[in-house]
């Protein structure tokens, strides 16, 4: 499966760029980063040039705050693999976007 429809199913609920359904502006993920990195990086986890497969599997399996653990049964290490390469697409594709 590619990784943007891994991401949309299983991630983009808690870190796409909707408003939440308790009609707070943004959904949890995308907020608790946008508050947690106050502008030094985005809030949107498809603008992070930084997420390597390797950092992805500490938070994803691991779990961080509000984000809940991924087990290999729910999200399998390709699916992972994945996500990663799919991050990494969009960050470049937004930094062509924007000229850098
Ligand atoms: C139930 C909502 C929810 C889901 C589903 C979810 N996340 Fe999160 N995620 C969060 C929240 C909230 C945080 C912020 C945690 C904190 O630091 O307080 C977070 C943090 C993260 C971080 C840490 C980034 C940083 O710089 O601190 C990564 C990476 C991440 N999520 C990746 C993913 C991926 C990949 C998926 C899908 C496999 C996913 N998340 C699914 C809610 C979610």
């Known amino acids: 499966m590619p990784g943007r429809v891994i991401f949309a199913r299983q991630c983009a609920p808690c870190h796409g760029t909707a408003p939440g359904d308790d009609g707070s502006p943004m959904l949890p993920g ?4 946008t508050a947690k990195y106050e502008g030094r990086l985005p809030g949107l986890l498809e603008l992070r040039s930084d997420l390597s497969a390797p950092v992805l ?8 705050g509000a984000m809940p653990m991924f087990r290999k049964a729910e999200l399998s290490d390709a699916d992972l693999a994945a996500i990663a390469d799919y991050l990494a697409a969009t960050a470049r594709e937004n930094a062509s976007l924007a000229g850098h």
């Open 57 to 64: 599997n500490l938070f994803v399996r691991r779990g961080s």
């Open 30 to 33: 995308t907020a608790a980063l």
